[in-house]
T-cell receptor, first 114, second 112 residues
Framework: SAVISQKPSRDICQRGTSLTIQCQVD?????MFWYRQQPGQSLTLIAT?????????ESGFVIDKFPISRPNLTFSTLTVSNMSPEDSSIYLC???????????FGQGTRLTVV | KQEVTQIPAALSVPEGENLVLNCSFT??????LQWFRQDPGKGLTSLLL?????REQTSGRLNASLDKSSGRSTLYIAASQPGDSATYLC???????????FGDGTTLTVKP
């Protein structure tokens, strides 16, 4: 199994500012993903983080709002830019095992924008 | 497009009861199905992974079954405990390089 460390675990931010969330994995993984979970809802995929190239964004998500970096196979960051109260959500980092495609998640970042 | 549905949306049971959570999916050509547990405000914890060639998986008091032809999976929890209270999500993976599709979850409350 993969152990994922996600930081920060929670934050309260002012509107118009940006927050960068970090995701560190204890082993090299090919597939890494960023999800958003709005209050009372299920998970929505934001993007697939690609090592050494631009992330692949899902419909409704754009790089200017959610820039993602993935400099190597164990680390990625997601930035939530120019935040508004509608960005208040839990943001989750996930990886998929190359052995059996089992998915693992970080502890999540609970973001509140005021 | 794969769609995943979980029924019921919420369930409340007394401690000690056995229970079944349901997950259905529209496209039976899946690679695997995974059950997760999520505590409020936290990340997801993997409970059981069933590959497309498997019929069931067991871990402790949990048993998950998969019927690809009918597009259904069940999560059976035996002798429920208050600590089992959480939201349970199922996720379907259609290809090994693709994206997972999540259900909306079943929120379980086990009363002492």
């Amino acid at each position: 199994s993969a152990v994922i460390s996600q930081k920060p675990s929670r934050d309260i931010c002012q509107r118009g500012t940006s927050l960068t969330i970090q995701c560190q994995v204890d082993s090299q993984v090919t597939m890494m993903f960023w999800y958003r979970q709005q209050p009372g809802q299920s998970l929505t995929l934001i993007a697939t983080a690609n090592q050494g190239s631009e992330a692949t964004y899902e419909s409704g998500f754009v790089i200017d709002k959610f820039p993602i970096s993935r400099p190597n196979l164990t680390f990625s960051t997601l930035t939530v830019s120019n935040m508004s109260p509608e960005d208040s959500s839990i943001y989750l980092c996930s990886v998929r095992s190359t052995e059996n495609t089992e998915a693992f998640f970080g502890q999540g970042t609970r973001l509140t924008v005021v | 497009k794969q769609e995943v549905t979980q029924i019921p949306a919420a369930l409340s049971v007394p401690e000690g009861e056995n229970l079944v959570l349901n997950c259905s999916f529209t496209d039976s050509a899946i690679y695997n199905l995974q059950w997760f547990r999520q505590d409020p405000g936290k990340g997801l914890t993997s409970l059981l992974l069933i590959q497309s060639s498997q019929r069931e998986q067991t871990s402790g008091r949990l048993n998950a079954s998969l019927d690809k032809s009918s597009g259904r999976s069940t999560l059976y929890i035996a002798a429920s405990q208050p600590g089992d209270s959480a939201t349970y999500l199922c996720a379907v993976l259609n290809t090994n390089a693709g994206k997972s599709t999540f259900g909306d979850g079943t929120t379980l409350t086990v009363k002492p």
